[in-house]
């Protein structure tokens, strides 16, 4: 196992919170570069006893407080949330500052040596560019930029991630299912790949252990495929519920959403959306150490616990 410490950029964010916990269990030393030290998270950091460095805003660029030109190992979890066409036409991003993220590592962490470990994002993988969302293209620039200035390093693209204290839309749907709101996933047949938390952390603990920084890209999944409509009968079970689901054709669907302004979320949660682990399999011999119904069950759990149901 890594004896050196551990930066962790994107250390307060939803799974950087978990992998901070699972290096903690195993006696690593960290530091958490996080953007607010003031935060909720970073106080529950100091609580496991974890270093933490504020960075402030990543998407300007600066230098650290603290020199990190000699840190060996680098796992960059951080990232720009939510980002759309709609975003973009409203100028809130400047397109050139896009990827501060990994410049401020390039200008920060000046160890050609450095082994990284960049969590990017399975939405990269679709080999055709028109359909790259805005927020995939980014991911993919920034794995260019990767790989470019830093030999040893791991990509992983996962798909969507969930877990306990997950947020956006996986949050969402719990609440749709356990307040009984029918949704309109009956008969659609097209699977989709979902990660747990605690599977990816297990990846990212296998490959520190493996000291497995080769210069490849992986995409990484629990390894099964869902449809919305198996997802939620799940979910509602967990939740102590019955799902409720009707049909609706999905091309009215489509139209529905684009008329609301959100014509990218048909894409997060209608269309099939298949992620595989055969090459990080081969060449690691890692297998998920959860299944996803498991994996569901702990995140409604979580859920019931939370908001004390």
Do not use: Q
């Amino acid at each position: 196992m890594v004896k050196d410490k551990i930066v962790i950029l994107g250390a307060s964010g939803f799974i950087g919170m978990h992998l901070c916990k699972k290096l903690v269990d195993k006696n690593i030393k960290i530091l958490a570069l996080i953007r607010n030290k003031h935060s909720i998270e970073a106080k529950e950091l100091l609580k496991m006893n974890v270093e933490v460095l504020e960075t402030g805003n990543l998407f300007k660029k600066k230098f650290f407080s603290k020199d990190l030109s000699k840190i060996k190992y680098l796992i960059n979890l951080a990232a720009l949330a939510h980002i759309n066409n709609k975003n973009f036409k409203k100028k809130l991003y400047n397109l050139k500052d896009i990827n501060n993220i990994e410049n401020n590592i390039i200008k920060n962490f000046r160890n050609k040596n450095l082994k990284i470990l960049h969590i990017s994002s399975a939405k990269v993988s679709d080999k055709i560019e028109n359909n790259l969302t805005d927020y995939a293209r980014v991911k993919k620039n920034g794995e260019s930029i990767i790989r470019k200035y830093y030999k040893k390093h791991t990509i992983l693209r996962p798909p969507l991630v969930y877990g306990p204290n997950v947020k956006a839309n996986f949050l969402i749907l719990m609440k749709a299912i356990y307040k009984n709101i029918p949704l309109p996933f009956k008969k659609l047949s097209e699977k989709r790949s979902y990660m747990y938390i605690e599977n990816l952390t297990d990846a990212i603990l296998l490959i520190l252990k493996k000291n497995h920084f080769i210069g490849k890209t992986y995409e990484i999944s629990d390894n099964c495929m869902i449809t919305n409509e198996k997802l939620v009968h799940f979910m509602a079970n967990a939740l102590g519920k019955k799902a409720k689901l009707f049909y609706l054709n999905p091309k009215l669907i489509n139209l529905m959403l684009i008329i609301l302004g959100k014509r990218e979320l048909f894409n997060k949660i209608m269309k099939e959306f298949i992620v595989t682990n055969k090459e990080f399999i081969s060449d690691t011999g890692w297998k998920p150490p959860y299944h996803y119904g498991e994996g569901i069950k702990k995140t409604c759990l979580w859920y019931k616990r939370k908001f004390r149901i």
